[in-house]
């Protein structure tokens, strides 16, 4: 089970990879080429959509038939076994979460990356006009 785990994180990361590159200031010579090959991604990148809502049932249906330690009959191994597993929950539920706030992100500043070079090139057709 960790090589989903593996591919979403390597989505997550290749996604705030992205953001940083769109977003950072200086990169003109490169924002063409950056726009083109997000534009592209942003398809095959929605299927991180569907993968985190399956990964949410599985943690979710672990949760719900993971056995029990809250009584004294609990040897501390089991105890420190069940607390394990819960932090591994909780960490992958973390990084579901990210990975899908960084592909909203990165889909809202393709698209307004997209639509300020189409401004400013209506502005350049306009001031040529002139």
Not at 71 to 76: I, W
Not at 87 to 100: D, G, P, W
Request: with cysteine; charged share 20%; hydrophobic share 50%.
């Amino acid at each position: 089970m960790a090589l989903e785990w593996v591919v979403l994180g390597y989505a997550a990361a290749a996604e705030a990879v992205m953001i940083i590159l769109l977003t950072l200031p200086g990169l003109s010579s490169l924002r063409k080429g950056l726009i083109a090959v997000t534009t592209n991604l942003l398809k095959p990148f929605l299927s991180i959509v569907p993968f985190c809502l399956f990964l949410l049932a599985d943690i979710y249906w672990k949760y719900e038939t993971r056995p029990s330690c809250e009584s004294v009959n609990c040897s501390p191994s089991e105890h420190l076994r069940h607390q394990k597993s819960i932090m591994k929950s909780q960490r992958n539920a973390l990084l579901i979460a990210a990975a899908l706030v960084f592909y909203w992100i990165l889909y809202s500043v393709t698209k307004l990356v997209v639509r300020v070079d189409q401004l400013n090139q209506r502005i350049e057709k306009l001031k040529n006009k002139e």
